[in-house]
């Protein structure tokens, strides 16, 4: 406990921080240096072959490093996991089987899939606040940072017409950074092992440690022949040749390696109050465990007693799961490490410094900042319990996409009447499943929910049309409302809305948001923006001689540290796994599902005949392996480079011991778990025979 105390009230540790590169603090890189990074700063981020030219943001969700110079990606096979269950059937199935395309012309297009490669970023805070925007409206300054937005993009494309900017905040708002982006959105799935190995060890695994799992995947990007730049899908379109791509490196790593991660991790929460971390805890977490743990429970039924289903729901399942697991540990860890109470201890240390030197006197106040909090809590409990509830059934969810298509026709004038229709996706659920998803999630919101006169009037309709019988009301709606008749014209106008159920809910859903949101952008939340963002400003302040790094908000972030491992149960966790702990895991598979693997894994993991891959230090086939980098959410597929800016891995979980590192990270505790990239290319030789992509890479 003292020693969580004193973590929150040191500065940032050598191996905490997830750094922009465009300003990356001298003190920083000098540390890097000393643990051995040999390459000079420039080629961080500015040189025309600097290493975040290879890294990019894959698909608004993960990240990912091109590794060739025909544009080849590597990221998480959980990453791919969309991709490659939408191309695959009960014939084909490629999340069963795994997929390697022999040439281009086998390569698979993918639908709604990037990849975004940052061009440059700049700090832009003086020109945001020179228009007051602290003074503003959320609405005005939402306009303003469009506005703004808006110039620099007509600055950007005369530069480079595929180019476009996006303004953020950073530091709880206190600053705003614009980074240009470019983007391709031809982009083919090229390989692929089995899903019995990007996901070996399931949910059982997932933030543990140790680890086997190849979780990656490969993909390439393809351009317009003419310019080599951004084209959409064409057959015509060509392999994307970049002017940088990170080397991969066959030499392996030791205790003590310097290592580095570059991505895009998605959100961190680490100068949130100790209320706010209490929100988050119990409104939030609690919240989204509670309510997956339900919808999961319907999916798992349903997908072990059907292929097809299965496949539908696959990917679903994983992305529900990652998270509700993420939830449980995260509060475990809240709770153990007592974060909120030491959270607490420090913001003292933070009033006492704005007392002694009046910065920000009479504008940060914890006693507002607590009052604040427990005003919203049961709006902020119950808006989670819609998100994890009710949003999740596919009624719903068409019903928020009509409301979409009604509200932008009813601008154009059309008062009375509206004709739209919704896109065909049968192929993507199951009826049995999404009706008992359903009956099951409309009973918990219910159940769990604080203010029940915050109740969409739905369940006036299932207490009185349907005498409370919610099997009764989701038939109705799915059997028999225009809603759910795929590739119809839908008309919605007075009498539709009142004699369908399933149309009643757009207007149903439309009064009940706007009394959420009503709710929840109050005065009240305005306060507690504020108040976190001077909270923030204090703690930067106070400790204004050390350098800081700013919350993740998805925008490309360095990490550093060292390869190693950790103590775990009173004892060493070891830094690596090997084929010998897969074999291991594999022989009990019979009690542990999870562990189940095709025979030609285990044949190719137990034959000792691993080349090149074999470790030369420890003479063992390294699979993964830990590093204190510090990641989160949204690094998924992130490069892992050693000193020589080398590719030794790709970044694809955190322990359990890490699973509060969004709101405190711990150095003693907190691992970043990669998959060693010569695990990689030893199951693309040795399983999927890709000799064209492994001279393409030519891995040294």
């Not at 969309?82 to 009960?90: C, D, F, K, L």
Request: proline share 3%.
């Amino acid at each position: 406990m003292l020693l969580a105390a004193t973590l929150f009230a040191a500065p940032a540790m050598a191996d905490e921080g997830m750094w922009t590169l465009f300003n990356l603090p001298q003190a920083v890189y000098n540390t890097m240096q000393q643990e051995g990074f040999s390459l000079p700063y420039a080629d961080l981020y500015q040189s025309s072959d600097a290493i975040s030219r290879a890294v990019v943001n894959f698909s608004g969700y993960c990240s990912g490093v091109v590794v060739s110079p025909d544009g080849l990606v590597f990221t998480n096979h959980h990453c791919g996991f969309e991709a490659i269950r939408s191309h695959s059937t009960v014939d084909h199935d490629y999340m069963l089987n795994g997929f390697y395309a022999k040439s281009y012309e086998e390569e698979l297009p993918n639908e709604n899939m990037f990849v975004s490669f940052m061009i440059s970023q700049q700090d832009v805070t003086d020109s945001i606040l020179s228009h007051g925007y602290y003074e503003l409206t959320e609405d005005e300054q939402e306009e303003l940072i469009k506005n703004f937005e808006q110039r620099l993009n007509l600055r950007a494309k005369a530069q480079d017409s595929t180019y476009h900017v996006e303004v953020q905040p950073f530091y709880e708002s206190n600053s705003f950074y614009a980074t240009t982006y470019q983007d391709f959105t031809d982009l083919r799935l090229v390989f692929t092992v089995p899903k019995s190995m990007g996901k070996f060890g399931g949910e059982t695994d997932n933030w543990m440690w140790p680890r086997q799992t190849c979780d990656f995947s490969v993909f390439r990007i393809y351009a317009n022949p003419k310019t080599n730049g951004p084209a959409a899908y064409s057959k015509d379109n060509v392999p994307y040749h970049p002017k940088h791509w990170a080397q991969v490196s066959l030499q392996g790593y030791k205790q003590g390696d310097f290592a580095m991660t570059m991505g895009y991790p998605g959100s961190t929460n680490r100068y949130l109050s100790s209320y706010g971390i209490k929100e988050m805890r119990d409104a939030e977490n609690a919240v989204r465990a509670q309510a997956r743990g339900v919808r999961q429970e319907v999916m798992k039924r349903h997908m072990d007693a059907s292929e097809a289903v299965r496949i539908k729901y696959d990917s679903k399942y994983a992305q529900s799961a990652n998270y509700w697991k993420n939830s449980i540990g995260m509060n475990k860890c809240i709770d153990s490490i007592g974060i909120i109470q030491n959270k607490a201890a420090y913001e003292q240390k933070i009033a006492s410094y704005v007392d002694s030197t009046g910065f920000l006197k009479g504008r940060l106040s914890f006693p507002l900042l607590q009052k604040a909090y427990n005003n919203r809590y049961q709006y902020v409990h119950d808006y989670m319990e819609y998100r994890e509830n009710l949003r999740q059934c596919l009624p719903i969810q068409r019903a928020l996409k009509a409301l979409s298509m009604v509200s932008d026709k009813l601008k154009d004038g059309n008062e009375k009447s509206v004709t739209i229709s919704l896109p065909v996706d049968t192929a993507e659920w199951d009826l049995a499943t999404e009706k008992e998803i359903m009956v099951a999630m409309l009973r918990n919101y219910r159940e769990k929910i604080l203010d029940h006169d915050l109740l969409p009037d739905l369940y006036q309709t299932i207490d009185g049309d349907f005498k409370g019988d919610y099997t009764a009301y989701v038939n109705q709606l799915f059997d028999k409302s225009a809603l759910m008749k795929e590739g119809q014209s839908i008309v919605i106008n007075k009498k539709t809305l009142q004699k369908d159920y399933g149309l009643k809910l757009i207007s149903t859903l439309t009064n009940f948001l706007n009394n959420m949101n009503e709710a929840l952008s109050t005065e009240v939340s305005n306060r507690i923006e504020n108040q976190e963002r001077y909270l923030c400003a204090a703690k930067l302040r106070m400790e204004q001689d050390m350098p800081h790094y700013s919350d993740a908000n998805f925008t490309m972030r360095l990490s550093y540290g060292q390869v190693g491992g950790f103590m775990l149960g009173g004892k060493p966790s070891g830094y690596y796994t090997t084929a010998e702990s897969i074999i291991d895991k594999m022989d009990r598979s019979a009690q542990q599902p999870d562990w189940k693997a095709e025979p030609i894994m285990r044949q190719l993991l137990s034959s000792d005949d691993f080349g090149n891959y074999r470790d030369k230090t420890t003479g063992k086939m390294q699979l993964c392996f830990l590093t204190n980098n510090d990641i989160t959410g949204g690094n998924s597929g992130s490069p892992m480079f050693n000193g020589k800016g080398e590719l030794i891995g790709l970044a694809f979980d955190g322990n359990w011991d890490s699973l509060s590192s969004d709101i405190n990270f711990d150095r003693q505790l907190a691992r970043c778990i990669g998959v060693d990239i010569r695990y990689v290319l030893f199951m693309m030789d040795r399983w999927g025979h890709a000799d064209r992509l492994l001279k393409e890479i030519n891995a040294k």
